[in-house]
């Protein structure tokens, strides 16, 4: 047989097949985010390779090597690079390279010097005679733009090898590195109004190193996989300092103020993950497999905690409780599941599971300076960490009823029981059942329809138990509070969950499909309360395929989504006690996001050029893809007459992409591609447009717009294919 | 040695083709309107490997399809399909068996109630075996696959704020496992987090100030597949702090247009809203950091 595979079709095939591409592009203006996807956002040109590859021995050979390579955007800022290589039934190895770059901003604008990095100042001639924006009296001259983006680098090995009939080893190595310059804020003082702050453009330099051993038997009735998989972030900076930009308060402690006042903020502490994991399998009968998954892990952490303050005026009396926290929390989880058939007619599935994340980080209280502002708290007013804990318990049970091959009933039930502590409820347990159909009834038609009800119930939700939990005993009254009585959080609030979705596609034509998709999901929480009231989602989805020929295909959708929260809450004043039970404070908040897609894709292949007498000697293939996609957010406020209120701008985004593209076959190996790419997007959001640095009196922003640009992406490829 | 013993009892009863895939190859070879020989030059066809269908010892081409010597001839002027076709006109369950067979190993542990088992979605609903290069192979067309049918998600990756699917340089499949994973939605991580903190490894912590529902889920404030706010923010801010933080003074404020210029300028609607005080909200780990400011 493999002779004749060799004679019949392998012979005069070349091992080696796929395309190697040599493009250059060109962009007609700068356009910053542009360049997330496209990898290029600076006007000019770019050259840049791509690779897809692969080799398989010859069906005479009898070598089993083999390897593939793809590679994409080879040059430009979005690069991604893969390779296989291997003998196929006994080893391979997977390497996998990719840069993600994120262009956020750059336009940002700031007096800082040191953009990106750890320490920052401010100019010399800095002023500040007072301890709002608008004492900066030299602010406008001192700024200056810096960008902000972020490039993610990810480099991943993963290598298996067959030890035997049923053995297989998994190895498997990743590192992620992130650099770049993002938004932080940095704030000084904390207490009574006097808070100030502004935006940094902080210093990003995380790396990770994530690696894993596993291995597997693979017997016929058994199964089973032992693993371990151990993750280590390190951050390249421990903290951001910066200097006070503010004239000093009234309320600060002396020195604070520009020009002596220092901040210091912590940044993500280095920290390690480790799991160990075993998953099983085994054939209990030919209809009934019982699958096992364990888990354990521990997430930990032991950074040399910085000091409560970087500013040496203020008056700090009592150490640090620790050194370092020496945090640590333990996981686990395990699975049970019982797949089985029996009937031929019925399939069941059964689960059960626990999943627990126990923190076991040390409790301690922190004297703490607040926003480097004023002298350390009294130990009566430290504060007590929280090392938060939670435990899972599942059970589910899923069933499926053949009425025939084309018509079938499903049906499930899950139970969820999820235990907190340091939390406002200590017990949630959650109900749920799901109905639905399937259908092939007719020959050109499919349909889904399913329902889901989940009912949340909990015990007595206590607002300021974590109140109480974060001071020191003795000092909150079992009355006070911090959130609002009425608050009720909602992950951690009763909720009433209707899910309805309807799927049908139907096919006319052999060629011809006609797809729409329907989606409701509404959430209720229980009325009277403030926090979330009710979100509503609801989702249309409606596609084409059209292929009339091998060589030539039309595709479009359209998708509409309104997402819609409605919330409460009443405004107070802690220096006005009335205030808490006064509703004509009450407002409502009813934010409703629209989003509507349209998508187009057409593609036609072998076209033969003529014009008058004259025909090209190859073919021309053609494609064209437009996509269309917009948002636009409106917030409706309502306010007692206790109030102000007015009401705020909507919210928008739109993206427009257009890719039209032709590739002239020069001969059956090579072509030129030639590709022209539009693409606009638009965006505007009150918070950004038209707000200067200055525009807030005790936050000094960046000042930036909205995005919005317009590129004119023009390339040239060549194409060899083997 | 027989890929297919054990998929079906009552194909060891039946009838093969002798000279396959000689005997395929006459309808199906190059060049021919049903040419489906390009499978012998891919990974299926790699004859050294003693697994493959095309090996000694196999069955070729009816190493898939089964029992087909009913399909060389006619009946009643109608030629009979091939023992089993991959197409609509056999349950999926039976073509996946066939794949399974083999490849049990590689679609792992997770597969039997895995959502797309459960639809009846079978391997070659996504897999093209024919042709020389499969598209959920290729990082560059996999997500155009996934997204085929999963169409909510291909107008949401195109939202103003969105991971970096529409380019290929994320794939569906750095997070969900097709053929079923342990953690909720396919996962391939344990639970949503485990997910998300395996590329967010800076928001791991443990933080000596944590905010609770970062450690418990970050579905809890974030959307995975696109949004028009900010970092994916399943809503907009202050709105969305605003659900569980209603103390006095700032967090219980009506944020309204009369915090917006011309009317007025709030600290808590513009710019970075909450964020621009609260910086650290996925935890602190200053001393002083209890605000998550720090």
Redesign the interface.
């Known amino acids: 047989l493999a002779q004749g595979a060799g004679q019949a079709g392998g012979q005069a095939a070349n091992p080696v097949a796929g395309t190697v591409s040599a493009s250059l592009g060109h962009l007609n203006d700068d356009a910053y985010q542009y360049g997330n996807q496209a990898g290029v956002n600076e006007q000019g040109a770019a050259p840049w390779l791509a690779l897809n590859l692969r080799y398989r021995p010859a069906p005479d050979s009898g070598d089993t090597a083999y390897w593939r390579i793809e590679g994409e955007r080879l040059g430009l800022e979005t690069p991604r690079f893969f390779l296989e290589v291997g003998q196929q039934g006994s080893q391979r190895l997977r390497v996998d390279f990719r840069e993600i770059p994120r262009y956020r901003f750059d336009d940002a604008r700031t007096p800082l010097q040191g953009a990106g990095t750890a320490v920052f100042t401010l100019p010399q001639n800095w002023q500040a005679t007072g301890a709002t924006t608008a004492g900066m009296s030299n602010l406008q001259e001192s700024l200056h733009e810096v960008n902000l983006w972020q490039k993610r680098r990810s480099l991943e090995l993963d290598y298996r090898r067959t030890l035997g009939p049923q053995w297989a080893l998994d190895v498997d190595f990743r590192r992620d590195t992130v650099q770049g310059t993002r938004t932080l804020a940095g704030a000084t003082g904390a207490t009574g109004g006097n808070v100030r702050a502004l935006l940094l453009p902080g210093p990003l330099d995380y790396e990770t190193h994530s690696a894993g051993l596993s291995l597997a038997y693979l017997g016929d009735a058994m199964r089973w996989t032992l693993g371990y998989h151990g993750s280590f972030f390190s951050n390249g900076d421990r903290s951001v300092l910066w200097p006070t930009p503010f004239g000093a308060h009234p309320q600060w402690g002396a020195g604070v103020g520009h020009p002596d006042g220092l901040n210091r903020m912590a940044l993500e502490p280095d920290n390690q993950a480790h799991q160990l994991r075993a998953s099983g399998s085994y054939t209990i009968t030919r209809r009934t497999r019982l699958y096992l998954d364990a888990v354990l892990g521990r997430q930990s952490q032991d950074e040399q905690f910085l000091p409560y303050t970087v500013n040496s005026q203020l008056a700090v009396t009592a150490a640090l409780p620790r050194e370092s926290l020496n945090a640590r929390v333990n996981t686990s989880r395990l699975d049970l599941r019982l797949s089985s058939r029996p009937l031929s007619r019925l399939n069941l599935s059964t689960r059960i599971g626990y999943r627990d994340r126990d923190n076991r980080t040390p409790i301690a209280a922190y004297q703490r300076v607040r926003g480097d502002a004023v002298d350390q708290q009294a130990f009566a007013d430290a504060r007590l960490n929280r090392p938060y804990s939670l435990a899972e318990a599942r059970a589910s049970l899923e069933a499926t009823w053949r009425f025939s091959s084309r018509l079938r009933l499903e049906a499930g039930y899950e139970f969820t029981d999820t235990d907190r502590d340091y939390s406002e409820v200590e017990t949630t347990r959650e109900h749920g059942v799901r109905l639905g159909l399937r259908s092939t009834q007719l020959d050109t038609l499919a349909l889904a329809l399913s329902y889901q009800h989940q009912r949340r119930r909990t015990d007595d939700y206590i607002g300021n138990r974590p109140y109480i939990q974060t001071h020191m005993p003795g000092t909150i009254d079992a009355e006070d509070f911090e959130n609002h009585p009425l608050l009720r959080k909602y992950y951690l609030s009763e909720r009433d969950r209707d899910q309805l979705r309807l799927h049908a596609d139907w096919y006319p034509l052999s060629q011809l499909s006609l797809g729409a998709a329907l989606a409701w999901n509404r959430d209720d929480y229980p009325t009277g309360y403030f926090g979330l009231n009710k979100s509503q989602v609801l989702s249309a989805t409606f596609d084409v395929s059209y292929t009339p020929a091998e060589d030539f295909s039309v595709s479009a959708f359209y998708s509409r989504d309104r997402y819609r929260n409605d919330q409460s809450g009443r405004s107070f004043r802690g220096s006005v006690p009335a205030d808490a039970f006064n509703p004509g404070r009450n407002w409502q908040v009813s934010a409703t996001d629209h989003f509507e897609t349209v998508g187009l894709n057409l593609e036609r292949e072998q076209l033969q050029p003529r014009l008058g007498d004259w025909q090209a000697s190859g073919s021309v293939d053609v494609s064209l893809q437009l996509a269309h996609s917009r948002s636009r957010g409106e917030i409706a406020t309502e306010a007692g007459p206790a109030l102000t209120n007015a009401p705020l701008p909507d919210l928008g985004t739109r993206l427009n992409t257009a890719t039209m593209a032709a590739r002239y076959h020069l001969s059956a190996q090579s072509s030129l591609r030639f590709a022209l790419e539009r693409e606009l997007y638009r965006s505007s959001d009150f918070a950004f447009d038209n707000v200067e640095p200055d525009t807030l009196a005790n936050v000094l922003l960046f000042g930036q717009d909205s995005p919005r640009y317009k590129a004119t992406w023009v390339s040239l490829s060549y194409r060899y294919q083997y | 040695l027989l890929i297919l013993a054990g998929v079906s009892a009552a194909w060891a009863q039946a009838d093969y083709v002798d ?4 005997m395929c ?1 006459v309808c199906h ?2 060049g021919t309107p049903l040419a489906a ?1 390009d499978i ?4 299926h ?8 269908p ?7 081409c009816q190493s898939c399809h089964g029992p087909s010597s009913e399909h060389l001839g006619m009946v009643d002027g109608v030629r009979p399909l091939p023992g089993v076709v991959f197409d ?1 006109r056999q ?1 999926a369950a039976e073509r996946d068996a066939v794949c399974l067979s083999c490849h049990e ?1 590689e679609t792992g ?2 597969w ?2 895995s959502a797309h088992e ?3 979605l079978s391997c070659t609903g996504c897999h093209t075996l024919h042709p ?2 499969d598209a959920m ?4 067309q996999v997500n155009e696959q996934c997204t085929d049918c999963h ?2 998600q ?3 990756i ?3 704020s969105s991971h ?1 699917l ?5 794939t569906c499949t750095d997070c969900h496992a097709p053929h079923g994973g ?1 953690g909720p939605a396919e996962l391939t991580a ?2 949503l987090n485990e997910q998300c ?3 967010h ?10 905010h ?2 970062v ?3 970050c579905s ?1 404030c974030h959307t995975p597949h696109g949004s ?2 900010r970092g994916l923010m399943a ?2 801010t202050p ?1 969305l702090c ?8 700032h ?8 915090g ?2 011309p ?1 007025g ?3 808590n ?5 909450c ?6 909200v ?10 998550l ?2």
């Open positions: 000279d396959d895939p000689r190859l070879g190059p020989d012998m030059h891919g990974a066809g790699v004859v050294g490997n003693a697994d493959s095309f090996a000694t010892g196999q069955l070729g609509q349950p190993d542990h997770y039997v109630g459960f639809a009846d020389l290069a192979l290729s990082f560059q169409q909510r291909r107008a949401e195109l939202q103003a970096p529409r380019s290929g340089q994320m342990p344990f639970t903190l395996d590329c490894t800076e928001k791991r912590g443990p933080f000596l100030w944590e609770a529902p450690a418990e889920d809890s028009p706010h809503a907009r709105f605003q659900q569980c933080h209603l103390a006095a003074f967090p219980s404020n009506l944020e309204s247009g009369a917006v210029p009317q300028a709030s600290n609607i513009l710019g970075r809203d964020t621009s005080c609260h910086t650290q996925h935890g602190s780990n200053h001393p002083s950091g209890s605000g400011t720090r």
